[in-house]
């Protein structure tokens, strides 16, 4: 009597979690767990749906869980898409296929509960980059992209301290490397007396960018994007130069005369947090380590700064996946 008495205490707990989990991280929707046609993701939506929006989660995650979340609660579709980092995906951002993407968006037109012709890639920082990328290259299924702190180019893998030593392209299409700046990994200082461990990344992204001929071969062709482009810059980031690379695609997207409706959002004050959820907005301050070593680096931006940037960022967001 007392086994099936724990058993069933034990029962009620696990459902008591199960409920608290979904109604706390995902406001009372759980996700379907995709894991087939070549790819893994998060699948949200109602379950009544038909012929909806659908927007493609670049990264996953906690941040692509909890946006694909948002959007589903509204009548969309969500689909929160990991690329690496996780079982039977790459370890790092090295030689990414985009077919892996492109799987996605192909599996994502074929549900009832989605409009093939509206699917929004979004994605924020790297993330961007790659949903810009991917929108480029397979315009037919991709119509539109909302780019959080938006990259204009392509960059090696050893932008990130982490990465392998060799020089290589993150992505590839085709079997083939996406162009890209070729950058040396990001050094540490030495410290000297009584200084910090603080380092200062812009100088090093702009140095990338200040090579015109790189440029010019790894300039994302966000020409090509087949439907509505929304970039979100703060302007004080000081994580990479966000900014100047979103200035860059507007100019890009002028001088070709792009078709379609675009807008790039600034907002003063803000920095590269414009992404996290409200309650990080006081995060201005982060830190990596380069060479074993621990380095703080500023994000930018002030907490009143980001928080508004946060909201109206929001709702812009919502704006654009309910105008498509």
Request: charged share 20%; with cysteine.
């Amino acid at each position: 009597m007392k086994k099936i008495l724990l058993f069933i205490i034990a029962t009620a707990l696990l459902l008591l979690g199960i409920w608290w989990a979904k109604n706390t991280f995902f406001g009372g929707m759980a996700p379907q767990v995709i894991h087939q046609d070549g790819f893994q993701a998060n699948y949200f939506n109602k379950g009544d749906e038909t012929n909806k929006t659908a927007v493609v989660l670049i990264g996953g995650g906690d941040w692509g869980d909890f946006w694909a979340s948002e959007l589903a609660k509204m009548g969309h579709v969500g689909l929160s898409l990991p690329y690496h980092r996780r079982e039977g995906l790459p370890p790092l951002i090295e030689k990414i296929p985009l077919e892996y993407v492109e799987k996605a968006l192909n599996w994502l037109a074929q549900q009832p509960s989605v409009n093939p012709d509206k699917i929004i890639v979004m994605g924020a920082s790297v993330n961007a980059e790659l949903a810009l990328l991917v929108a480029s290259t397979f315009p037919k299924l991709a119509s539109g992209v909302i780019a959080y702190c938006p990259s204009s180019v392509t960059w090696s893998n050893t932008v990130y301290p982490w990465s392998s030593e060799e020089v290589m392209a993150k992505w590839t299409h085709k079997g083939q490397p996406v162009p890209y700046i070729a950058m040396e990994k990001l050094k540490g200082k030495e410290l000297k007396g009584n200084e910090t461990n603080v380092i200062e990344t812009l100088s090093y992204w702009n140095t990338g960018l200040d090579d015109s001929a790189q440029v010019a071969q790894a300039a994302i062709p966000v020409e090509r994007i087949a439907g509505p482009i929304l970039l979100l810059t703060p302007a004080d980031d000081k994580v990479w130069p966000s900014h100047r690379m979103s200035q860059m695609i507007v100019d890009r997207l002028e001088a070709h005369h792009f078709s379609h409706a675009f807008d790039n959002i600034i907002y003063k004050n803000a920095g590269h947090t414009i992404t996290a959820q409200h309650s990080q907005a006081s995060v201005t301050t982060g830190q990596m380590y380069i060479e074993g070593i621990a380095y703080e680096f500023e994000y930018g931006g002030t907490p009143e700064g980001i928080l508004k940037a946060q909201k109206d960022s929001r709702e812009r967001v919502k704006a654009f996946v309910g105008g498509l």
